[in-house]
Structures are given as C-alpha cells and as structure tokens.
C-alpha cells in the first residue's frame, strides 16, 4: 500500500497551503467579525485553478482528481472554513452536477464560466419542509409553452447571493408517482430569470463569511432545456451529488481539526504555569496526543474514500464515515484547543473562539451525523460481519 501523493496531488495541497496560509489566515478573523464575503480570494483562488479543481478542462476546469481536490480543501480550510466551504459548495454542489448530468450545450454555457472560477454556482434543495427529507420538497416546476415554470421557496443556500454567483439549481416537484411519491427533477436557474428573487444573508454561528440566502420563485420561467438529467431522477442524482459532498465536507473538518491542533500546540508550549510550560504537564500531552491520533485517523478515511471514488469503485459507506468521524473529530478539537487556552479561548481574540463557533455545522450540513450512521448501519445490516469487515479493508 502507498500512503504518498503523487506529485500532482502534492503540487495541488502545496499551492492551497501556501495561499491559505499566507492570504487567507491572517484575514480570517476579520472576515468572520465583517462577515464579509472576500471576493478578491475567491477570485486569486480561481485564477490559482483552485475553484474548478475537479471540474473537466475542456471547460476551463483543472481537471484534478478527488485526492488533490481533499488534500486541497483541507489546507484551505484550516485557514478559513467560512472559504472552505465557499469552494467546496461551488465545486461539488453547484458545478460537478452541471458536469456529470449537463448537456454539452448546458456545460458550454454554465458550467464554463464556472469551472473557471470567474463565476459561482449554487444548489438549492433544503426548504422548509424538507431538510433531511427531501422527498418534502414543495416547490413545483410545471411544464407550459416549452418552459418550466417554477413555483416555492430554498433557505440556507450557499453561494446564491454573491455578486458574481452564476445561478441555481433547483431541486422541483415536477408530477406525483403512483402511490403518491413526488416526482423529483432539478432545473437550472440563470441569475437573473425574472420571477427568481433572494432574501437578505442571514446571522450565523459560523461561516460568517459565507454568503446563504433564502430563494423565492414566483412564476419563474425558463426553457424546458434547463432540465438537468433525466425528468425524474433529481433524488437519485441528489444522492450521488451528496457522497462526494460528504467526503468534501470531511475533509474540510480535517482542516479545521488540524487548524484546532497548530493552535493549541502553540498555546501549550507558551503559556507557562507553575514555572513551566503547561506543554509540559501530562493532563496537555495526553490532549494534544489525542487530538494528533484523531486527525490522522480521520484524514486517511477522507484519504481512503477520494482514493475509492477516483478509481470509481463504491464509496458510499467510506464517503458517510468519513463525513460522521472527521465532523465529530472536528468537535472534539476544538472543545480541546479551548480548554489548553483556558480563560483566553473564551475570547474572541483567540483563533479557537471562532473555530470552536464554526465547527457545530459539519455535523448538520450535507447530510447530519444522525443520517449518515443509518447509512452506515443499512449497509452493514445488508451483509454478514465477515462479508462487512472484508468490504471495509478493500472494495
Ligand atoms: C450554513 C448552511 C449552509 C447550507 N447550505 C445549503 C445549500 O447550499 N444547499 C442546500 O440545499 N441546503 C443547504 N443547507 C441545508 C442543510 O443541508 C440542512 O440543514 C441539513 O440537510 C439538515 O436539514 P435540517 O436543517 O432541515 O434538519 P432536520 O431535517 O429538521 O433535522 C433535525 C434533526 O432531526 C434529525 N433527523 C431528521 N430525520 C431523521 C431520521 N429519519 N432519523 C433520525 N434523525 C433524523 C437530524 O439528524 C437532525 O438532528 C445549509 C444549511 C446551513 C445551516
């Protein structure tokens, strides 16, 4: 077994590392206070390749594979989570869809300008009705005269509002099924389609820098050809979207958790107590020892589950482990970095206030913890122990 990048893979973390940490970590205190979103990073990240990394480059992407895309997202999210997630929401919400299911006329006119970063795409399923459920989607899109015509509400839609965000795609009842069931179909909204109308950004613990909004269609008209995939498989094309979102969003918890643990392993070896350096006490070494296995741990199930995904073998258990521990690890060190600052990681001053504010939604976005442990227990509840522990060492 190899555990080393290839050299592109490491060219890919190289670059997000210096960027990160040279442009976006001295600023990310003063974005979350602002709660600004930064969009000359945005656009440096885009002319560094870095908001199309896994998008095809006949579009203007960098045609970079899962684990560089991972490794990536880390280094940018141990700078920031709040440009974290601002990248991994355009990548893998908004663009890759547009990418897999998109006609080529479709990828010509969306996805290009947004592979290459110049502008940003967002996916609008959550509404008030359906959250985790999203068979409770409510907004409808009826065919008339050729075009569908979008009726409902989004809320909480990342990159919807920004001044260089692209559109939406939308996730709309488009009939019923026997039975009752909501027919599913995602379509693509343009900007600036009259009817298509965002509420103002919203108050938030974390990701302050981020930009969400709510959505609102009023009669909102566009070609039938804005159909993304077949009529009737958004639900199925949601799902694949959502497990290499997961793997995305763990690796943006990896980077926070890392972020948690540089800090705490300058405080320790700072601060002095009792004559010494608080490093020093065994109670600090057994949490910062914890904290570097947990991260390890969870940086090779991210690692695993890109690998798995880039050889296109099933990653769906990996993608939700992944996802469950890497967030939960994410908690854990930032609960401990504050705890090793004591009184001073109380402040908002310190680094680990923030992260320690910003860390709770990895566990909510993109599928909740609660969600992906019954994804995990449906899977090892189909198969045997043997046959479950043979699949988890090799698919
Ligand atoms: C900052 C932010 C950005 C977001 N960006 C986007 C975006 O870009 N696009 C988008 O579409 N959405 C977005 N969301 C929405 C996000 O994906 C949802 O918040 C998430 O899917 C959970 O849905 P919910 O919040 O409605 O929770 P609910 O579904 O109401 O769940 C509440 C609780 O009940 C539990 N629960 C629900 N069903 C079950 C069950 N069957 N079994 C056990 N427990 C269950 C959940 O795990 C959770 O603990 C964003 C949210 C936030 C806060």
Known sequence: MNFDPTNEQRRWRDLARDYAQSEIR??????????????DIVAEMANLGLMGLTLPEEYGGSGGDFVAYSLALEEISRADTSV??????????????????????????????????ERLWAFGLTEEEAGTDAGGTRTTAE?????????????????????????????????????????LSVIIVPQETPGYTRGPAYEK???????????????????EENLLGERGHGLRQFLQTLDAGRVAVAALSVGLAQACLDEALKRARKRQQFGKAIAEFQAIQFKLADMAMEIELAR???????????????????????????????????????????????????????????????????GTSEINRQIIARILLRENADEAKAKMVAQ
């Open 84 to 117: 974290g997630v601002t990248m991994e929401a355009h990548v893998s919400l908004g663009c890759v869809p547009i990418a897999v299911y998109g006609t080529q006329e479709q990828k010509e006119r969306f996805l290009a300008p947004c592979a290459a970063g």
């Open 26 to 39: 001295p600023r990310a205190a003063q974005l979350d206070r602002e709660q600004k979103f930064p969009y």
């Open 143 to 183: 065919l008339e005269d050729g075009e569908w015509v979008i009726n409902g509400s989004k809320k909480w839609i990342t990159n919807s509002g920004t001044d260089i965000t692209g559109g939406v795609t939308v996730m709309a009842r488009t009939g019923v099924r026997e039975g009752g069931r909501p027919e």
């Open 205 to 223: 613990l974390g990701w302050r820098a981020s930009d969400q909004h709510p959505l609102y269609f009023e009669d909102c008209r566009v070609p």
């Open 300 to 366: 090779n199930m991210v690692l695993k589950a890109a690998w798995l995904k880039d050889l296109g073998r099933a990653f769906g258990r990996e993608a939700s482990m992944a996802k469950v521990f890497a967030s939960e690890t994410a908690k854990r060190a930032a609960d401990q970095a504050v705890q090793i600052h004591g009184g001073e990681g109380f402040m908002e001053t310190s680094a680990v206030a923030r992260y320690w504010r910003q860390v709770k939604i990895n566990e909510i976005g993109e």
